[in-house]
């Protein structure tokens, strides 16, 4: 496995974050800070937008690990931690964990995705609240809500290999 910083703790879990999320980091800035500029054609604010959008990125990745936490807690089974990684996050188990059924991995599965889901669906309510007429702060409220559920929410359920439908396509009827 890929070396990874430590970042602290919080609920439970160490975070910790390998070198390819600062990567990651700097793309989602540099993407969203492009958007800006379309949006507004000041450097300064696509700059901030692209930089806000980008923290509540990271602290979108933390809800949705954060929900596997709690579900994993549920289980009986919990997570240990979380490590971020170009643009996402790992759930970390203990290495020494006994073989679980299916029903425990779906379970696990399950709650980053609902998590996901519940957080995009705050951040749709609060831009109804201020869209318009606040735009920089609308613009990142619409986006927050599409990335918790297009990524993180039913995005995380494609089985891709690396996601939360990977793990409920192995684990279902098991």
């Known amino acids: 496995m890929t070396?990874?910083?430590?970042?602290?703790?919080?609920?439970?879990?160490?975070?910790?974050?390998?070198?390819?999320?600062?990567?990651?980091?700097l793309l989602l800035w540099a993407i969203f800070a492009v958007l800006g500029w379309f949006l507004w054609a000041d450097l300064s604010t696509a700059l901030l937008f692209g930089l806000l959008f980008t923290l509540l990125h990271w602290l979108s990745e933390l809800v949705h690990h954060l929900g596997h936490s709690r579900a994993a807690r549920r289980t009986g089974f919990p997570m240990v931690g979380m490590c971020a990684w170009f643009i996402f996050g790992q759930s970390l188990y203990p290495p020494d964990e006994p073989s679980l059924p299916g029903s425990v991995h779906i379970r696990r599965a399950l709650g980053g995705p609902i998590a996901s889901i519940l957080f995009g669906g705050l951040a749709g309510l609060l831009a109804l609240l201020?869209?318009?007429?606040?735009?920089?702060?609308?613009?990142?409220?619409?986006?927050?809500?599409?990335?918790?559920?297009?990524?993180?929410?039913?995005?995380?359920?494609?089985?891709?290999?690396?996601?939360d439908g990977s793990t409920l396509l192995a684990w279902w009827g098991k």
């Open 3 to 25: 070396a990874s910083i430590p970042l602290g703790r919080l609920a439970g879990l160490d975070l910790s974050a390998r070198r390819s999320s600062i990567f990651g980091s």
């Open 130 to 163: 201020v869209f318009p007429s606040n735009g920089l702060i609308g613009w990142l409220l619409i986006i927050l809500m599409l990335d918790n559920w297009l990524v993180l929410g039913f995005g995380a359920l494609l089985p891709l290999g690396f996601t």
